[in-house]
């Protein structure tokens, strides 16, 4: 597109040719901050991943594994944040790779990215009902359905949706501010008082071993109920390592809606991968330090909560501090699952505002708020159906550690990462294309180029971790049926995106000519 076509476009977005626009200039850096980072859910993180990372992964070097995945991740970020200065659009990816690859590639890849962030809602309700469950079994010593817990996060996520995006916003930044600073205060705990029964562990995060698989018997002949420790797989600590990543990328999701995105999204992106990264190997670290290295690798395959609120107690006073760790886990899962679901409307609304049979419904904003209402109330509607869906469907779906935890949490979070690891590769092909292929824009060979291509080779050979371990990445699901399509869902969702925008290129070429304008007039490029 010529300079003197960007510009036009720019005047047609910026001048109101979008009725159903999302508000811009409604929150600012701190606000698209807090929002990226809750989607990655700090404590959320620490206490569903890092002790599957630990009892079934690579064991104390699954510290080494945070670090790993924050120099991936911060290769693919440089790239990323590069189309970013110059591309605002809420469905991130899927304009990236339109504007570098094609709208072929970024229809069928931005499917692919819908998906996941569609599925990452629900399987953060998952998580939030096994810990709303354990928490009120602590609290109040009743058994709550986790269906009930589930369907009532499901409404309150759906009102937040709905309502001005600065009111999410606020929220998540209180919520993250408490978790933060609670993570904070136990790891510091830790490393002042020197360590636990053996010492600080430095061994946890040297990076060779984010690749050694725990040993059976964790390697110090570990037994539970007279049986040693099964043996793990380096993969799986190194795959929930980047799961608990997924959603800083966010950041570019509410360019749109941000102040002034060339500068916000950038910093932002950075700011979260990096300070996520640092955040997430210490925290981490200081946890199997402060339990010891026997302690972190049996409550990992026994007592996953209570491998950090007892740590918490013991450290920082009690009871009260455990309720209160309790507490946050609880809110922070929640505030993750509201996080993941304005990312998800927002990307169903962009797809939704480019197809002529959407534009009035999922393309549509709400005439006060801003906000995309219908994308967000569809978005609900599926988080509530795979919520039944395990209920009802898993065997002895009704227990919440089985129902909620490992199949609806475990399984979604294997099949939206997955997906999203890929479309990442992608939009690596797609920085460099942009900027050396097509040559919007000059690019830096070595960050439009080298490190992209280094970012993209990083997270395909996580995918291929996976796929390689896949059987024991799925745990006590390994023989569902819905584990076993994971694979083959994500490769259809991405067939079927290809093959429908192939065929209206070929079938209505009219339209597929202005579906194109259209990212290029509202995701429009900014100098």
Known sequence: MSTQEHDTARERADGGGHRHALKAGAIGLGSVLFIAVANAAPITAMTGNTPIAIGYGNGIGAPAGFLVATIVLTLFTIGFISMARHITTAGAFYGFITHGLGQVWGMASGALATMAYVVFEGSLIGIFSYFGNSAL??????????????IGGIIVIGLFGYFDISIAATFLGITLIAEV?????????????????????????NPLNAFKSL?????????????????????????????????????????????????IVPRATLIAVIGL????????????????????????????????VDLAEDKLGGSFIGDIYLFLIVVGSFACGLAFHTAASRYIYAIGRELPLTAGTLGRTHGTHGTPHVASLVQSAITLVFTLGFFVLTPDGNDPFTGAYVFQYG?????????????????????????????????????????????????????????????????LAAESAFFKLIPWLVIGIFVVGLLAV???????????RKIGRTVFEEAHERK
């Open 502 to 512: 192939l065929a209206l290129r070929s079938r209505s070429p009219e339209v597929y």
């Open 181 to 205: 600073v609670l993570l904070l205060a136990l790891a510091l705990s830790v490393l002042f008082s020197g360590g636990g029964p053996d010492g600080m562990v430095p061994e946890a995060v």
């Open 137 to 150: 079994n602590r609290w109040f010593d009743i058994d709550v359905n986790w269906l009930i817990i589930a």
């Open 411 to 475: 399984l979604l979070a294997i099949l939206g990462t997955m997906a999203i690891l890929i479309v990442q590769a992608i939009t690596c092909l797609a920085v460099i294309w942009y900027f050396h292929v097509k040559k919007v824009h000059p690019g830096n060979l070595l960050t439009t180029g080298l490190i992209p291509a280094l970012g993209g080779i990083g997270m395909l050979f996580v995918v291929w971790l996976l796929i390689d371990n896949i059987d024991f990445a799925g745990g």
């Open 277 to 308: 990264g640092t955040f997430y190997t210490f925290v981490s670290w200081m946890m199997i330090a402060g339990n010891g290295k026997a302690t972190a690798i049996e409550k990992s395959n026994t007592d996953s909560i209570g491998l950090w």
């Open 215 to 263: 040993e059976t018997g964790g390697g110090m002949g570990l037994e539970i109920d007279g049986t040693a420790i099964a043996a793990g797989s380096a993969a799986i600590g190194v795959f929930f390592a980047f799961w608990s990543w997924v959603g800083f990328e966010t950041t570019a999701v509410y360019g749109e809606e941000s102040r002034n995105p060339r500068h």
